[in-house]
């Protein structure tokens, strides 16, 4: 699925119909440019899912954290949000316990150095910027049970 030209409004928008799909096991990949709307992304994506949380920023230097949500169908679930920006070779990806944290939904920003380490079905959206400085272009791929999951949600921004 290709988008174009989406104001924030509409990326956040968006972010609401990824999140009311996900459920325990999911992995959502967020790659593109700096400032190109990745963390604006899982920001709204993960206020969607949890009500109460404290702010939510960026894990660039922490590297990840984790956020209880509320699930579409009322689950209780851990969601892990992960940057990856910083880190310098596979061996530190592998060091943050990745293979712990797949049962639950993770969030990965910056995800093109453990590719290979990324569970076949997860969901990737790369961004770029629009047309103007505030709009983005975002492409949404990945493999069939999530081209179901989200052919069922509102997918018009």
């Known amino acids: 699925m290709i988008f174009n030209s989406l104001s924030i409004a509409q990326m956040q928008q968006l972010a609401q119909i990824v999140a009311g799909s996900l459920t325990s096991g999911d992995v959502v990949t967020l790659s593109g440019e700096v400032g190109s709307g990745k963390t604006t992304f899982a ?3 993960i206020q ?3 009500a ?3 702010e939510i920023t960026s894990p660039t230097f922490n590297l990840m954290q984790s956020y209880d949500v509320t699930l579409g169908n009322g689950a209780k679930e851990t969601l892990w949000h992960l940057d990856l920006y910083r880190l310098k070779n ?3 990806a592998e060091e943050l316990g990745l293979s712990e944290l797949l ?3 993770t969030v990965i920003e910056w995800p093109e ?3 290979n380490m990324l569970p076949a079905n997860h969901l990737n959206i790369a961004f770029d910027f629009g047309r103007n400085q ?3 272009t975002l492409v949404i791929s990945g493999n069939e049970a999530w081209q179901n999951k989200l052919k069922n949600k509102k997918t018009t921004v």
């Open 134 to 136: 505030e709009t983005r």
């Open 48 to 50: 969607h899912l949890s």
């Open 103 to 105: 049962p639950h939904i």
């Open 43 to 45: 920001r709204a994506l």
């Open 90 to 92: 596979k061996a530190e």
């Open 52 to 54: 109460g949380a404290p």
């Open 113 to 115: 150095l453990i590719q």
